[in-house]
């Protein structure tokens, strides 16, 4: 299983229209591509010294190629979005993640 992690700073001036979009337009449509089969919305806890806030958006596919495919058919027009409505407002970075095993505790 690959992880595509994209973590993005938002500003606040812009959170709330963002947020919206996001949860409501944007990863739909990247799991719409058919890539992924899934994603989870993250907001991450620390804090900033350049202020806003900071979320990570995990999606998921089953194997490198469907993130292949994402990277050279959608990633560029769906990226471009983002730019446009919100530009110098967010401040985006992207990991790629293989899930090597997964661990499971006592749920107490």
């Given amino acids: 299983m ?3 992690n994209v973590t993005i700073n938002i500003d606040e001036s812009v959170h709330d229209q963002w947020l919206n979009w996001l949860k409501t337009k944007h990863i739909d449509e990247v799991l ?11 907001k ?3 804090e900033e010294e350049m202020g806003g806030t900071t979320y990570s958006i995990q999606y998921f596919a089953h ?3 469907k993130l ?7 990633a560029p027009k769906l990226r471009e979005e983002g730019l446009r409505l919100f530009g110098d407002k967010m401040l985006a970075f992207r990991t790629e993640l293989q899930v090597m095993d997964e661990f499971f ?3 107490n």
């Fill in 44 to 46: 991450v806890l620390v």
């Fill in 2 to 4: 690959i992880i595509y």
């Fill in 32 to 42: 719409a591509t058919g890539c992924f089969y899934k994603a989870k919305l993250i």
């Fill in 105 to 107: 505790g006592n749920e």
């Fill in 68 to 74: 292949q495919d994402y990277y050279n058919t959608y």
């Fill in 63 to 65: 194997n490198n190629d």
